[in-house]
């Protein structure tokens, strides 16, 4: 099982940036998928989360309204669109595949995307 | 704050049993399963408990996990010095949707 994350840079408050998670070892389209954060100094956010077909979709309200998570399960990749970004999203961001339909049971190894003037 | 309530930090000398508590509410620990991982700066976290009481393989049996109500403690029976991480309970939330975690609890080896 492998969740490789691309695509954090550093980028100008109220830039966009899209993060890409390849997965490979596992039968990508059989799993809910999950982003989730870490702040420097800070703990584990939980950001967003999307079901196997991409049909049910949650964000946290920290992100709601600009990030949006999306799949294409064709080439066995998760994606995240992130605009207006702030300071405070500064942040590894990591994707993680769900057990069943709740419970995260594998991470990726995180990308860092720093949002700075 | 985090919504899931874990003390920030732990500590024990080797051979020690260290737990870590972690206090959430009806809607998330009281109504579903709560999973552990260790993380060690720069990696990617590492599932150690899942559904509750469940250790996956390849986790060392010094690693437990238990849950009452709306509380579920992790334990370390015997730590190790290359226990030395941060740990973090989480869980699903029923309302609003999503996981939700602990704010992380640091645990040093003395």
């Known amino acids: 099982v492998q969740l490789v994350e691309s695509g954090g840079a550093l980028v100008k408050p109220g830039g966009s940036l899209r993060l890409s998670c390849a997965a490979s070892?596992?039968?990508?389209?059989?799993?809910?998928m999950n982003w989730i954060r870490q702040a420097p100094g800070k703990g584990l956010e939980w950001i967003a989360y999307?079901?196997?077909?991409?049909?049910?979709?949650y964000y946290s309200d920290s992100v709601k309204g600009r990030f949006t998570v999306s799949r294409d399960n064709s080439q066995n990749v998760l994606f995240l669109q992130m605009n207006s970004l702030r300071a405070d999203d500064t942040a590894v961001f990591y994707c993680?595949?769900?057990?069943?339909?709740?419970?995260?049971?594998?991470w990726g190894q995180g990308t860092l995307v720093t949002v700075s003037s | 704050q985090s919504v899931l309530t874990q003390p920030p930090s732990a500590s024990g000398t080797p051979g020690q049993r260290v737990t870590i508590s972690c206090s959430g509410s009806s809607s998330n620990i009281g109504s579903n399963t709560v999973t552990w991982y260790q993380h060690l700066p720069g990696t990617a976290p590492k599932l150690l408990i899942q559904s509750d009481t469940y250790r996956p393989s390849g986790v060392p049996d010094r690693f437990s996990g238990s849950k009452s109500g709306t509380s579920a403690s992790l334990a370390i029976s015997g730590v190790q010095p290359e226990d030395e991480a941060d740990y973090y309970c989480?869980?699903?939330?029923?309302?609003?949707?999503?996981?939700?975690f602990g704010g992380g609890t640091r645990l040093t080896v003395l």
């Open positions: 999307i079901s196997k077909s991409g049909n049910t979709i």
């Open positions: 070892g596992f039968t990508f389209s059989d799993y809910y």
């Open positions: 993680a595949r769900v057990y069943g339909y709740k419970e995260i049971d594998f």
């Open positions: 989480a869980a699903w939330d029923d309302s609003p949707f999503g996981v939700v």
